[in-house]
C-alpha cells in the first residue's frame, strides 16, 4: 500500500509551508518550478554524462510522475556513444530515454538532474543553451547554478532527495517503480548509507522507499555485488600498479586494459572503492581511460582535504570527499598536475 502523498503522514517535514530548517531552496523557486511544469505539455529532462544511480534515477523518478501527469516525456544523457550502464540496467523507465539526437533541439521546458556544471550535460549543452526555460535540480556544492530556474541544495546527501519531494509537491505518488529510481540514488550517493552525508533525512527517506516494497537486496546485488569476469583481471592490473606516495594513494586503468578483456567503460566505477581502503591515504586516485582515450579521474578524500577545491582547479568539481575532472594529457602529466594542485590546497 502507497498511499497517495495527499493523504501522507510520513512525508517531509520540508513539504510544509516553511522551508525545512538547513534547507536553502525557497519556497518561491518550488512553486515557481510547479508552475512552470503545470503549463508546459512537454518536458525534457537531461542528467549528467556517463550517468550513475543518483543522476539516471533522479531523472527517471521525475520523468515517471511527469508521464502519469499526462505530459509528453523526454529522457536523455549527452554521451557520444549513448548507453545506459550496465550496472544501472535494472532501473524501471527506461523506455522514456531516447539518445542525444532525438532530443528535442530547444525545449520549451528542459529539467537537468545531478550537473554541478553546465558541462557535465555534455552533447544536451547545445539543447539547454536553446531552450526556453531550464530548471537545474542538484546537490553540489560548487552549483553556482546556470539555469533560468536553480533547485540546488548543497546539504543534500542526492539529487534523489530533491527529486523525492518534486515527486511528491507535483503531487505524485511514491511507486515501487519511482522508489527504485530514488533508493538507487540515495544508495549510490551515500555509499549505501556509509558516507558522512547519511543524515537522519536520508534513513527517513530510505524508509519511506522501502516501505513501497522493494527489494534492498537486489538492488543491492545489481549495483554492487556483480561484475563480468574481465572485470576481476582488469583491477588486477590497477592493483598490480596501485602506488602510494605520502598521502597519496593511486593507480589507472587504460583502454587497452579494458580491450583484452571487453570490459566496458562503466564497468570500472568501484575500483576507487578498493583504491581507497589504503589506510595509509588520506587521498585516493584512479585515473580511467574512456572509449575516446580521455582519462575519467576519479578522487575521493578521508575529510581534511577537500578534493573538490582540487579537481575544480583542474577543470572538473564535486563534493568534499568524492569529485572528479576530465585529463586530456598523459597519466604522468595529469598525476604532474594532480600532486601539484593538491599541494596548493593541502
Ligand atoms: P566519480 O569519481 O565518477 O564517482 O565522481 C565523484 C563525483 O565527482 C561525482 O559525484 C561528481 O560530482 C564529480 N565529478 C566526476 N567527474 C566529474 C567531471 N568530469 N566534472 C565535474 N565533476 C565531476
Ligand atoms: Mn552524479
Ligand atoms: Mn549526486
Redesign the pocket.
Known amino acids: 500500500m502507497t498511499p497517495d502523498v495527499r493523504d501522507r503522514t510520513d512525508r517531509p517535514a520540508s513539504l510544509g509551508r516553511r522551508p525545512a530548517d538547513g534547507c536553502p531552496i525557497p519556497e518561491a523557486s518550488w512553486d515557481r518550478a510547479l508552475r512552470l511544469i503545470g503549463r508546459h505539455d512537454e518536458v525534457a529532462l537531461a542528467c ?1 554524462v556517463n550517468p ?1 544511480g ?2 539516471l534515477g533522479s531523472m527517471l523518478a521525475v520523468a515517471f510522475v511527469l508521464r502519469s501527469m499526462g505530459k509528453r516525456v523526454v529522457a536523455s544523457f549527452g554521451d557520444r556513444h549513448f548507453a545506459v550502464p550496465r550496472l544501472l540496467g535494472f532501473l524501471p523507465g527506461q523506455e522514456m530515454l531516447v539518445p542525444p539526437e532525438e532530443y528535442p533541439a530547444a525545449p520549451e521546458l528542459m529539467i537537468v538532474f ?1 550537473c554541478s556544471t553546465f558541462e557535465r550535460v555534455g552533447l544536451l549543452g547545445a539543447n539547454a543553451a536553446s531552450a526556453r526555460e531550464v530548471i537545474v535540480v542538484d546537490h553540489h556544492p560548487s552549483n553556482t547554478g546556470f539555469g533560468t530556474l536553480d533547485l540546488i541544495d548543497a546539504n543534500a546527501a542526492a539529487t534523489a532527495m530533491l527529486a523525492e519531494q518534486l515527486v511528491y509537491r507535483l503531487g505524485g505518488r511514491l511507486d515501487r517503480d519511482i522508489a527504485i529510481c530514488l533508493y538507487a540514488g540515495l544508495v549510490t550517493d551515500t555509499g549505501s548509507f556509509r558516507y558522512s552525508s547519511t543524515t537522519p533525512a536520508v534513513h527517513q527517506m530510505a524508509a519511506r522507499l522501502v516501505a513501497t516494497g522493494l527489494r534492498t537486496d537486489e538492488i543491492a546485488r545489481e549495483l554492487w555485488d556483480r561484475s563480468p569476469f574481465g572485470y576481476l583481471k582488469v583491477l588486477a592490473h590497477a592493483l598490480e600498479r596501485v602506488t602510494l606516495e605520502g598521502g597519496l594513494v593511486w593507480t589507472y586503468v587504460s583502454r587497452v586494459d579494458r580491450a583484452a578483456y571487453g570490459l566496458p567503460y562503466s564497468e570500472l566505477e568501484g575500483i576507487i572503492d578498493i583504491v581507497r581502503r589504503a589506510d595509509e591515504a588520506e587521498v585516493a586516485v584512479v585515473l580511467k581511460e574512456d572509449d575516446h582515450g580521455d582519462w575519467q579521474v576519479s578522487t575521493r578524500s578521508k575529510g581534511t582535504v577537500d578534493v573538490a577545491a582540487v579537481c575544480a582547479a583542474l577543470g572538473g568539481g564535486g563534493h568534499h570527499n568524492a569529485a572528479g575532472y576530465t585529463s586530456y594529457e598523459t597519466v604522468e602529466e595529469t598525476m604532474a598536475k594532480f600532486r601539484r594542485e593538491l599541494r596548493r590546497v593541502s
Open positions: 549528467h550513475d543518483d543522476a545531478d
